[in-house]
């Protein structure tokens, strides 16, 4: 619970420091708590793997490097840095499909205006598939290494 406090006052705090530098919402203010929460839930997905990673590997070592090994590549594949477009054939069709992709896509859209329940649904949707595999994957490997 408290990773998720301090995601959402560190959200919270890029939010004001955004406006302060004279970011505004377009797309109303549904969009903009939509905004917010959508950065929460990756990283609560995010959070979830790096549990399941740690319950698996033996050292706290490891799983502090193993943890990057999802999120290295998803990060830097994906529309994060730069457009699809610009990105090689081979390259477009992974990061078009990339998780992270439509959660930037989705943050985009909401955050300045334009369709958002294609690329909402997107983010929405990999998010919930990746943490109905994950979240009991985690517990089942929790419960086996309590017992």
Do not use: K
């Not at 301090?6 to 004001?16: D, E, G, I, P």
């Not at 081979?90 to 909401?110: E, H, K, M, S």
């Not at 958002?116 to 997107?122: A, F, I, K, N």
């Not at 949707?125 to 517990?139: E, M, Q, R, S, T």
Request: net charge positive; aromatic share 6%.
């Amino acid at each position: 619970m408290m990773p998720t406090r301090v995601r959402s006052a560190t959200t919270a705090a890029r939010a004001a420091v955004g406006y302060g530098v004279g970011f505004r919402f377009h797309a109303g203010p549904a969009a903009a708590l939509a905004v917010l929460a959508l950065p929460l839930a990756v990283g609560c997905l995010l959070s979830w793997i790096s549990a399941l990673i740690g319950l698996t590997v033996r050292d706290p070592e490891t799983a502090g490097t193993a943890s990057l090994l999802p999120v290295i590549p998803l990060a830097f594949t994906s529309s994060t840095f730069v457009p699809v477009a610009t990105m090689p054939q081979w390259l477009q069709a992974w990061a078009n499909a990339n998780p992270i992709t439509q959660a930037v896509d989705a943050t985009r859209a909401l955050a300045l205006g334009g369709p958002t329940s294609g690329p909402l649904l997107r983010a929405v949707g990999w998010i919930l598939g990746i943490l109905a595999v994950v979240i009991p994957l985690a517990i089942d490997r929790y419960r086996r290494l309590t017992q």
